[in-house]
């Protein structure tokens, strides 16, 4: 992580996800069709952890798979999979130790989540691919690249999540001692945490609903992803990826320098900057971050234009 996007996770609450898992899938459980089309479905790693899913009715181009941040589900992708129904195939995950996934202590970096993303798409065969990886989902996707390259990849988004640079110390440190409010006093901490994503006005359902989801990580293990991201760096793995890359931000900043530099360490990247919007910008823009996607999408190689909606 970037000394900026260290200070945001201290000032704002803005933090990300650490999710693992070993490659080599067997699926456990036919997908279930839930009202709007959306499926759930399992697959099982061979240490017999489960991965939670919701999918999409297949369609043209490649296959969207929505990697979330810390703590987060599978449904906070929610307005993606809702807009995408009809005329895309979507995966939203519930990383190892969140959401209906298995809950556990291993492999709660973001290397061996990678592993984990790899292992889905192989089992579910969903390749080619858009990776979209949401903070630290974000550092997800690049670990993906830096262990398996981009054969199975049409493109890359990564969304409000600087990657690239230097710890700073001093935010290092802020951080941690953040963590130990959150063993102090859980249920307090995640509550300012889910509602720090938003800068949009959000639903206290809808709010309530992503703190529940978000409780259902224990303590330990929450504490432990962010440790684990905290000493993982993306910085090699930009350089390797040849796909094209969309990176997609809310900072107040225009430009954010942060995200400048790591656009510089892409090849071929672009910046989006999503406005009135927090860290979770595709909830609360949500048809600009899909008019957004959708255009990125359906201007790749083999990307078919979606039918209007």
Same mark, same amino acid.
């Given at each position: 992580?970037?000394?900026?996007?260290?200070?945001?996770?201290?000032?704002?609450?803005?933090?990300?996800?650490?999710?693992?898992?070993?490659?080599?899938?067997?699926?456990?459980?036919?997908?279930?069709?839930?009202?709007?089309?959306?499926?759930?479905?399992?697959?099982?790693?061979?240490?017999?952890?489960?991965?939670?899913?919701?999918?999409?009715?297949?369609?043209?181009?490649?296959?969207?798979?929505?990697?979330?941040?810390?703590?987060?589900?599978?449904?906070?992708?929610?307005?993606?999979?809702?807009?995408?129904?009809?005329?895309?195939?979507?995966?939203?995950?519930?990383?190892?130790?969140?959401?209906?996934?298995?809950?556990?202590?291993?492999?709660?970096?973001?290397?061996?989540?990678?592993?984990?993303?790899?292992?889905?798409?192989?089992?579910?065969?969903?390749?080619?691919?858009?990776?979209?990886?949401?903070?630290?989902?974000?550092?997800?996707? $690049?670990? /993906? %690249? #830096? &262990?398996?390259?981009?054969?199975?990849?049409?493109?890359?988004?990564? *969304?409000?999540?600087?990657?690239? @640079?230097?710890?700073?110390?001093?935010?290092?440190?802020?951080?941690?001692?953040?963590?130990?409010?959150?063993?102090?006093?859980?249920?307090?901490?995640?509550?300012?945490?889910?509602?720090?994503?938003?800068?949009?006005?959000?639903?206290?359902?809808?709010?309530?609903?992503?703190?529940?989801?978000?409780?259902?990580?224990?303590?330990?293990?929450?504490?432990?992803?962010?440790?684990?991201?905290?000493?993982?760096?993306?910085?090699?793995?930009?350089?390797?990826?040849?796909?094209?890359?969309?990176?997609?931000?809310?900072?107040?900043?225009?430009?954010?320098?942060?995200?400048?530099?790591?656009?510089?360490?892409?090849?071929?990247?672009?910046?989006?900057?999503?406005?009135?919007?927090?860290? $979770?910008? /595709? %909830? #609360? &823009?949500?048809?600009?971050?899909?008019?957004?996607?959708?255009?990125? *999408?359906?201007?790749?190689?083999? @990307?078919?234009?979606?039918?209007?909606?």
């Amino acid at each position: 992580m970037t000394p900026t996007t260290l200070g945001r996770l201290a000032r704002r609450g803005r933090h990300v996800a650490v999710w693992a898992a070993i490659a080599g899938l067997v699926l456990v459980a036919a997908p279930a069709l839930e009202a709007g089309g959306i499926k759930h479905g399992t697959v099982r790693l061979r240490d017999g952890v489960t991965i939670h899913y919701r999918a999409t009715a297949k369609g043209p181009g490649p296959t969207l798979v929505f990697v979330p941040g810390w703590m987060m589900t599978g449904a906070i992708w929610e307005p993606q999979l809702t807009h995408f129904a009809a005329t895309r195939h979507a995966v939203a995950l519930d990383p190892r130790g969140q959401g209906r996934s298995t809950k556990t202590p291993e492999g709660l970096q973001p290397a061996a989540r990678a592993r984990d993303i790899k292992g889905v798409i192989d089992r579910l065969k969903l390749a080619p691919v858009v990776l979209v990886g949401w903070s630290m989902g974000a550092s997800e996707v $690049a670990q /993906f %690249v #830096d &262990q398996f390259g981009t054969a199975d990849l049409a493109g890359l988004v990564l *969304v409000d999540q600087s990657l690239g @640079g230097e710890p700073n110390p001093a935010a290092r440190s802020a951080v941690i001692q953040w963590l130990g409010d959150v063993q102090a006093d859980r249920l307090k901490e995640t509550t300012a945490f889910v509602r720090g994503l938003f800068k949009q006005p959000q639903p206290e359902a809808y709010l309530a609903r992503v703190t529940k989801d978000a409780m259902a990580t224990p303590t330990a293990t929450a504490v432990a992803l962010y440790v684990g991201s905290m000493a993982s760096s993306s910085a090699a793995a930009l350089a390797r990826i040849d796909k094209p890359t969309l990176i997609v931000y809310a900072s107040d900043l225009d430009p954010d320098p942060a995200y400048v530099r790591m656009q510089a360490r892409i090849a071929g990247s672009r910046l989006e900057r999503i406005e009135g919007a927090g860290h $979770a910008l /595709f %909830v #609360d &823009q949500a048809d600009r971050f899909n008019r957004v996607l959708d255009a990125f *999408v359906s201007g790749l190689p083999d @990307g078919r234009a979606a039918h209007p909606r």
